[in-house]
Protein backbone atom coordinates (compact mmCIF):
# COMPACT_ATOMS: atom_id res chain seq x y z
CA UNK A 1 0.00 0.00 0.00
CA UNK A 2 1.51 3.16 -0.77
CA UNK A 3 0.37 6.19 1.24
CA UNK A 4 1.11 9.60 0.35
CA UNK A 5 4.61 10.13 0.82
CA UNK A 6 4.91 13.09 2.81
CA UNK A 7 2.57 11.26 5.22
CA UNK A 8 6.05 9.24 6.21
CA UNK A 9 7.75 11.84 8.05
CA UNK A 10 5.28 12.90 10.41
CA UNK A 11 3.94 11.87 13.50
CA UNK A 12 0.16 11.29 14.81
CA UNK A 13 -0.17 15.12 17.08
CA UNK A 14 1.09 14.00 20.36
CA UNK A 15 -1.40 15.49 22.94
CA UNK A 16 -0.61 15.95 26.72
CA UNK A 17 -0.60 12.62 28.59
CA UNK A 18 -4.05 11.05 29.70
CA UNK A 19 -4.98 11.71 33.39
CA UNK A 20 -6.04 7.73 34.09
CA UNK A 21 -2.33 6.55 31.84
CA UNK A 22 -0.71 8.43 34.59
CA UNK A 23 -2.66 7.10 37.82
CA UNK A 24 -2.21 3.89 36.72
CA UNK A 25 1.28 4.05 35.28
CA UNK A 26 2.37 5.57 38.56
CA UNK A 27 -0.05 4.28 41.08
CA UNK A 28 -1.49 7.82 42.02
CA UNK A 29 -5.02 8.64 43.39
CA UNK A 30 -4.65 11.90 42.55
CA UNK A 31 -3.28 13.15 39.33
CA UNK A 32 -3.57 16.80 37.99
CA UNK A 33 -3.19 17.94 34.16
CA UNK A 34 -1.65 21.38 33.71
CA UNK A 35 -0.64 20.46 30.27
CA UNK A 36 -3.12 21.11 27.74
CA UNK A 37 -4.33 24.83 28.28
CA UNK A 38 -7.93 23.25 29.09
CA UNK A 39 -10.15 25.39 31.46
CA UNK A 40 -9.66 24.02 35.38
CA UNK A 41 -13.17 25.18 35.85
CA UNK A 42 -15.11 23.34 33.35
CA UNK A 43 -17.35 25.17 31.14
CA UNK A 44 -21.06 27.15 32.13
CA UNK A 45 -23.71 25.29 33.65
CA UNK A 46 -25.68 26.26 31.18
CA UNK A 47 -23.48 24.61 28.59
CA UNK A 48 -23.91 21.37 30.67
CA UNK A 49 -28.09 21.47 30.75
CA UNK A 50 -27.75 21.85 26.85
CA UNK A 51 -26.02 19.09 26.82
CA UNK A 52 -28.47 17.37 28.65
CA UNK A 53 -31.31 18.84 26.98
CA UNK A 54 -29.77 17.42 23.40
CA UNK A 55 -29.71 13.72 24.60
CA UNK A 56 -32.89 12.93 23.14
CA UNK A 57 -31.66 13.84 19.86
CA UNK A 58 -28.80 11.97 19.44
CA UNK A 59 -30.44 9.13 16.88
CA UNK A 60 -30.67 12.88 14.65
CA UNK A 61 -27.59 14.08 12.54
CA UNK A 62 -26.81 17.78 13.00
CA UNK A 63 -27.42 20.43 11.52
CA UNK A 64 -24.20 20.23 9.20
CA UNK A 65 -24.44 23.92 8.59
CA UNK A 66 -25.05 24.96 12.27
CA UNK A 67 -27.46 27.54 11.53
CA UNK A 68 -28.46 28.23 15.24
CA UNK A 69 -25.67 28.53 16.19
CA UNK A 70 -24.26 30.21 13.64
CA UNK A 71 -27.30 33.30 14.15
CA UNK A 72 -25.88 33.48 17.60
CA UNK A 73 -22.05 33.98 16.76
CA UNK A 74 -22.78 36.33 14.24
CA UNK A 75 -24.76 38.28 16.63
CA UNK A 76 -22.26 38.10 19.37
CA UNK A 77 -19.59 39.09 17.06
CA UNK A 78 -22.02 41.54 15.38
CA UNK A 79 -20.51 40.03 11.42
CA UNK A 80 -22.84 37.69 8.89
CA UNK A 81 -23.75 34.74 9.03
CA UNK A 82 -21.92 33.90 5.82
CA UNK A 83 -18.72 34.98 7.24
CA UNK A 84 -18.65 32.07 9.68
CA UNK A 85 -17.14 28.49 9.01
CA UNK A 86 -17.23 26.06 11.44
CA UNK A 87 -15.20 22.86 12.76
CA UNK A 88 -14.34 20.11 14.69
CA UNK A 89 -12.52 22.36 17.02
CA UNK A 90 -10.39 24.96 15.45
CA UNK A 91 -7.88 22.60 14.50
CA UNK A 92 -10.45 21.36 11.92
CA UNK A 93 -10.93 24.41 9.88
CA UNK A 94 -6.55 24.82 10.41
CA UNK A 95 -7.41 21.85 8.16
CA UNK A 96 -10.30 22.95 5.96
CA UNK A 97 -8.13 25.95 4.98
CA UNK A 98 -4.96 23.70 3.98
CA UNK A 99 -7.19 21.60 2.08
CA UNK A 100 -8.67 24.33 0.42
CA UNK A 101 -5.45 26.40 -0.33
CA UNK A 102 -2.29 24.47 -0.27
CA UNK A 103 -1.00 22.50 -2.89
CA UNK A 104 2.59 21.13 -4.16
CA UNK A 105 2.49 24.45 -6.64
CA UNK A 106 2.29 26.74 -3.21
CA UNK A 107 4.31 27.87 -0.16
CA UNK A 108 3.15 29.31 3.53
CA UNK A 109 4.81 31.24 5.81
CA UNK A 110 4.52 30.42 9.28
CA UNK A 111 6.67 31.50 12.82
CA UNK A 112 8.83 29.17 14.49
CA UNK A 113 7.92 27.41 17.46
CA UNK A 114 4.30 27.86 17.45
CA UNK A 115 1.36 25.77 17.12
CA UNK A 116 2.13 22.69 15.05
CA UNK A 117 -0.70 21.95 13.15
CA UNK A 118 -0.10 24.39 10.67
CA UNK A 119 3.22 22.83 9.91
CA UNK A 120 1.54 19.29 10.20
CA UNK A 121 -1.11 19.83 7.64
CA UNK A 122 0.77 22.02 5.35
CA UNK A 123 3.03 18.85 4.92
CA UNK A 124 0.31 16.68 4.22
CA UNK A 125 -0.59 19.10 1.75
CA UNK A 126 2.62 18.68 -0.18
CA UNK A 127 3.08 22.59 -0.03
CA UNK A 128 6.70 24.45 1.14
CA UNK A 129 7.29 25.53 4.48
CA UNK A 130 8.82 28.86 5.32
CA UNK A 131 9.58 28.89 8.88
CA UNK A 132 10.22 32.03 10.43
CA UNK A 133 11.93 32.08 14.05
CA UNK A 134 10.26 34.11 16.68
CA UNK A 135 12.57 37.13 18.44
CA UNK A 136 12.17 36.98 21.73
CA UNK A 137 9.25 35.13 21.99
CA UNK A 138 7.34 37.13 19.30
CA UNK A 139 6.14 36.68 15.53
CA UNK A 140 9.16 38.40 13.65
CA UNK A 141 6.30 39.97 10.95
CA UNK A 142 8.69 41.76 8.71
CA UNK A 143 10.73 38.68 8.06
CA UNK A 144 7.88 36.46 7.95
CA UNK A 145 6.54 39.49 4.85
CA UNK A 146 9.67 38.95 3.50
CA UNK A 147 9.49 35.46 2.98
CA UNK A 148 6.16 35.85 0.62
CA UNK A 149 6.26 35.95 -2.89
CA UNK A 150 3.84 34.87 -5.55
CA UNK A 151 3.25 31.70 -4.58
CA UNK A 152 2.40 32.14 -1.31
CA UNK A 153 -0.82 31.56 -0.39
CA UNK A 154 -1.33 31.71 3.43
CA UNK A 155 0.58 33.00 6.21
CA UNK A 156 -0.01 32.16 10.17
CA UNK A 157 -0.18 34.32 13.11
CA UNK A 158 -1.00 32.67 16.04
CA UNK A 159 -1.58 35.28 18.71
CA UNK A 160 -1.63 34.61 21.89
CA UNK A 161 1.25 32.59 20.63
CA UNK A 162 1.40 28.90 21.80
CA UNK A 163 3.51 27.99 23.12
CA UNK A 164 4.89 31.75 24.38
CA UNK A 165 1.73 32.96 24.99
CA UNK A 166 3.20 36.49 23.61
CA UNK A 167 1.20 38.39 21.31
CA UNK A 168 0.89 40.75 17.94
CA UNK A 169 0.55 44.51 18.88
CA UNK A 170 -1.94 46.53 17.01
CA UNK A 171 -0.37 48.73 15.72
CA UNK A 172 2.74 45.86 14.38
CA UNK A 173 -0.64 44.06 12.66
CA UNK A 174 -2.19 46.73 11.46
CA UNK A 175 1.16 47.58 9.62
CA UNK A 176 1.45 44.16 9.14
CA UNK A 177 -1.76 43.93 7.30
CA UNK A 178 -1.07 46.83 4.97
CA UNK A 179 2.02 45.60 3.05
CA UNK A 180 0.78 41.75 3.16
CA UNK A 181 -0.53 41.29 -1.08
CA UNK A 182 -4.10 40.27 -1.57
CA UNK A 183 -3.26 36.78 -2.69
CA UNK A 184 -2.34 35.42 0.38
CA UNK A 185 -4.35 34.43 3.39
CA UNK A 186 -3.49 36.02 6.92
CA UNK A 187 -4.71 33.29 9.17
CA UNK A 188 -4.91 35.04 13.22
CA UNK A 189 -5.36 32.25 15.63
CA UNK A 190 -7.08 33.78 18.45
CA UNK A 191 -7.87 30.80 20.37
CA UNK A 192 -7.10 32.65 23.34
CA UNK A 193 -8.49 35.56 22.80
CA UNK A 194 -11.08 35.57 25.40
CA UNK A 195 -8.26 35.32 28.09
CA UNK A 196 -6.17 38.49 26.90
CA UNK A 197 -5.76 41.24 29.09
CA UNK A 198 -3.41 43.34 27.23
CA UNK A 199 -4.88 47.08 26.10
CA UNK A 200 -2.71 46.70 22.87
CA UNK A 201 -4.27 43.51 22.01
CA UNK A 202 -5.80 44.09 18.68
CA UNK A 203 -9.70 43.91 18.04
CA UNK A 204 -9.31 41.88 14.70
CA UNK A 205 -12.86 41.50 13.93
CA UNK A 206 -14.03 45.11 12.10
CA UNK A 207 -10.72 44.73 10.96
CA UNK A 208 -12.24 42.27 8.33
CA UNK A 209 -13.94 45.40 6.66
CA UNK A 210 -10.79 46.58 5.64
CA UNK A 211 -8.95 43.28 4.98
CA UNK A 212 -10.94 40.50 3.02
CA UNK A 213 -7.57 38.72 2.81
CA UNK A 214 -8.03 37.99 6.85
CA UNK A 215 -9.28 34.71 8.80
CA UNK A 216 -9.75 34.80 12.11
CA UNK A 217 -9.88 31.46 14.15
CA UNK A 218 -11.26 31.77 17.48
CA UNK A 219 -12.47 27.84 19.46
CA UNK A 220 -14.69 27.13 22.52
CA UNK A 221 -12.24 24.65 23.40
CA UNK A 222 -10.20 26.98 26.37
CA UNK A 223 -12.04 29.91 27.74
CA UNK A 224 -15.26 28.16 27.31
CA UNK A 225 -14.25 24.79 28.89
CA UNK A 226 -15.86 22.65 25.82
CA UNK A 227 -12.44 21.11 24.64
CA UNK A 228 -14.08 17.76 24.44
CA UNK A 229 -17.02 18.69 22.14
CA UNK A 230 -14.39 19.81 19.82
CA UNK A 231 -16.08 22.65 18.40
CA UNK A 232 -13.99 26.46 16.73
CA UNK A 233 -14.74 28.47 14.02
CA UNK A 234 -13.27 31.15 11.76
CA UNK A 235 -14.50 34.31 10.67
CA UNK A 236 -13.40 35.81 7.21
CA UNK A 237 -14.61 37.32 3.77
CA UNK A 238 -18.02 35.67 2.76
CA UNK A 239 -16.76 34.85 -0.50
CA UNK A 240 -13.59 32.93 0.39
CA UNK A 241 -15.95 31.39 3.21
CA UNK A 242 -18.12 30.07 0.23
CA UNK A 243 -15.11 29.13 -1.71
CA UNK A 244 -13.80 27.07 0.81
CA UNK A 245 -16.80 25.24 2.44
CA UNK A 246 -16.60 21.86 -0.10
CA UNK A 247 -14.07 21.40 1.85
CA UNK A 248 -15.53 21.03 4.74
CA UNK A 249 -16.99 17.05 6.00
CA UNK A 250 -20.82 17.52 5.95
CA UNK A 251 -21.70 16.93 9.51
CA UNK A 252 -18.70 17.85 10.96
CA UNK A 253 -19.57 19.68 14.31
CA UNK A 254 -22.11 17.31 16.73
CA UNK A 255 -25.51 18.33 17.63
CA UNK A 256 -24.47 18.35 21.23
CA UNK A 257 -21.37 20.53 20.57
CA UNK A 258 -23.57 23.15 18.25
CA UNK A 259 -25.82 22.98 21.28
CA UNK A 260 -23.29 23.71 24.43
CA UNK A 261 -21.84 26.48 22.21
CA UNK A 262 -25.05 28.06 22.22
CA UNK A 263 -25.83 28.15 25.73
CA UNK A 264 -21.95 28.73 26.89
CA UNK A 265 -22.39 32.34 24.73
CA UNK A 266 -25.05 33.30 27.01
CA UNK A 267 -23.03 32.82 30.19
CA UNK A 268 -20.36 35.76 29.57
CA UNK A 269 -20.31 35.74 33.03
CA UNK A 270 -18.60 32.66 33.19
CA UNK A 271 -15.93 33.40 30.96
CA UNK A 272 -14.92 37.00 32.56
CA UNK A 273 -14.71 34.90 36.02
CA UNK A 274 -12.91 32.64 34.40
CA UNK A 275 -10.55 35.36 32.98
CA UNK A 276 -9.97 37.16 35.96
CA UNK A 277 -8.77 33.70 37.91
CA UNK A 278 -6.40 33.06 35.23
CA UNK A 279 -5.18 36.93 35.47
CA UNK A 280 -4.41 36.22 39.09
CA UNK A 281 -2.76 32.33 38.27
CA UNK A 282 -0.07 33.88 35.98
CA UNK A 283 0.63 36.14 38.69
CA UNK A 284 1.36 33.17 41.20
CA UNK A 285 3.71 32.10 38.22
CA UNK A 286 5.23 35.11 38.03
CA UNK A 287 5.85 35.41 41.49
CA UNK A 288 7.88 32.23 41.52
CA UNK A 289 9.43 32.97 38.54
CA UNK A 290 10.76 36.00 39.48
CA UNK A 291 11.91 34.69 43.03
CA UNK A 292 13.71 31.89 41.44
CA UNK A 293 15.38 33.91 39.49
CA UNK A 294 13.82 32.01 36.05
CA UNK A 295 13.57 33.53 32.49
CA UNK A 296 9.81 33.18 31.24
CA UNK A 297 7.53 35.06 28.81
CA UNK A 298 4.67 37.19 29.77
CA UNK A 299 2.01 35.11 28.92
CA UNK A 300 -1.97 36.26 27.19
CA UNK A 301 -2.94 32.99 27.28
CA UNK A 302 -3.63 30.54 30.05
CA UNK A 303 -0.34 28.78 30.21
CA UNK A 304 3.04 30.25 30.87
CA UNK A 305 6.14 29.26 28.98
CA UNK A 306 9.62 28.59 31.75
CA UNK A 307 13.02 28.13 31.38
CA UNK A 308 14.62 25.81 33.94
CA UNK A 309 17.30 25.82 32.34
CA UNK A 310 17.63 22.07 32.14
CA UNK A 311 16.35 19.24 30.24
CA UNK A 312 12.69 19.99 30.18
CA UNK A 313 12.08 16.11 29.85
CA UNK A 314 14.01 15.45 33.13
CA UNK A 315 11.62 18.00 35.00
CA UNK A 316 8.60 16.63 32.91
CA UNK A 317 9.36 13.03 34.06
CA UNK A 318 10.00 14.12 37.42
CA UNK A 319 6.31 16.22 37.94
CA UNK A 320 4.70 13.14 36.08
CA UNK A 321 5.73 10.91 38.86
CA UNK A 322 4.31 13.12 41.86
CA UNK A 323 0.74 13.60 39.95
CA UNK A 324 1.27 16.66 37.55
CA UNK A 325 1.11 16.45 34.20
CA UNK A 326 2.75 19.07 31.79
CA UNK A 327 3.97 19.90 28.57
CA UNK A 328 7.72 19.79 28.01
CA UNK A 329 8.94 21.71 25.93
CA UNK A 330 11.63 19.56 24.02
CA UNK A 331 8.07 18.49 21.48
CA UNK A 332 7.41 22.54 21.51
CA UNK A 333 11.07 23.93 19.98
CA UNK A 334 11.56 24.84 23.73
CA UNK A 335 14.56 22.03 24.91
CA UNK A 336 14.59 23.52 28.48
CA UNK A 337 11.47 24.80 29.11
CA UNK A 338 8.12 23.65 30.74
CA UNK A 339 4.44 25.11 28.90
CA UNK A 340 2.40 25.10 32.16
CA UNK A 341 -1.31 25.52 32.02
CA UNK A 342 -2.50 28.29 34.52
CA UNK A 343 -4.84 26.10 36.88
CA UNK A 344 -6.95 26.81 39.97
CA UNK A 345 -5.26 29.29 42.89
CA UNK A 346 -4.84 25.61 44.63
CA UNK A 347 -3.51 23.72 41.72
CA UNK A 348 -1.07 26.49 40.88
CA UNK A 349 0.50 26.67 44.76
CA UNK A 350 0.61 23.27 44.58
CA UNK A 351 2.92 22.82 41.42
CA UNK A 352 5.03 25.61 42.26
CA UNK A 353 5.91 24.21 45.67
CA UNK A 354 7.18 21.31 43.80
CA UNK A 355 8.75 23.09 40.73
CA UNK A 356 11.12 25.03 43.83
CA UNK A 357 12.94 21.43 43.46
CA UNK A 358 13.99 21.91 39.85
CA UNK A 359 15.79 25.50 40.42
CA UNK A 360 19.14 25.52 39.62
CA UNK A 361 21.23 27.67 41.61
N1 LIG B 1 -4.89 27.09 17.90
C1 LIG B 1 -4.08 27.15 18.98
C2 LIG B 1 -3.10 28.27 19.08
C3 LIG B 1 -4.17 26.18 19.98
O1 LIG B 1 -3.35 26.24 21.04
C4 LIG B 1 -5.13 25.15 19.85
C5 LIG B 1 -5.27 24.06 20.89
N2 LIG B 1 -4.20 23.68 21.56
C6 LIG B 1 -5.92 25.14 18.71
C7 LIG B 1 -5.78 26.14 17.76
C8 LIG B 1 -6.91 24.06 18.45
O2 LIG B 1 -7.93 24.05 19.39
P1 LIG B 1 -9.31 23.31 19.14
O3 LIG B 1 -9.14 22.41 17.96
O4 LIG B 1 -9.57 22.57 20.39
O5 LIG B 1 -10.30 24.41 18.87
Given at each position: MQVKKQLLSLKPYQPGKPIEEVKKEFNLTKVVKLASNEN?????????????????QLAIYPDGYSALLRT???????????????????????????????SSETNTV?????????????????TEIREVPLVDG??????????????????WVCTPNNPTGTY????????????????????????????????????????LKDYSNVMILRTFSKAYGLAALRIGYGIGNADLIRKIEPAREPFNTSRVAQAAAIAALD???????????????LQQFYKFCEEQGLDYYPSEGNFILIDFKRDSDEVFGALLKKGYIVRSGNALGFPTHLRITVGSEEQNAEIIEILKEFVLN
Amino acid sequence: MQVKKQLLSLKPYQPGKPIEEVKKEFNLTKVVKLASNENPYGCSQKAKQAILDELDQLAIYPDGYSALLRTKVANHLGVNEDELIFGNGSDEVVQIICRALLSSETNTVMATPTFPQYKHNAIIEGTEIREVPLVDGDHDLDAMLNQIDENTTVIWVCTPNNPTGTYVKKQALLEFLDKVPKHVLVVVDEAYYEYVAAEDYPETVPLLKDYSNVMILRTFSKAYGLAALRIGYGIGNADLIRKIEPAREPFNTSRVAQAAAIAALDDLDFISNCKEKNKKGLQQFYKFCEEQGLDYYPSEGNFILIDFKRDSDEVFGALLKKGYIVRSGNALGFPTHLRITVGSEEQNAEIIEILKEFVLN
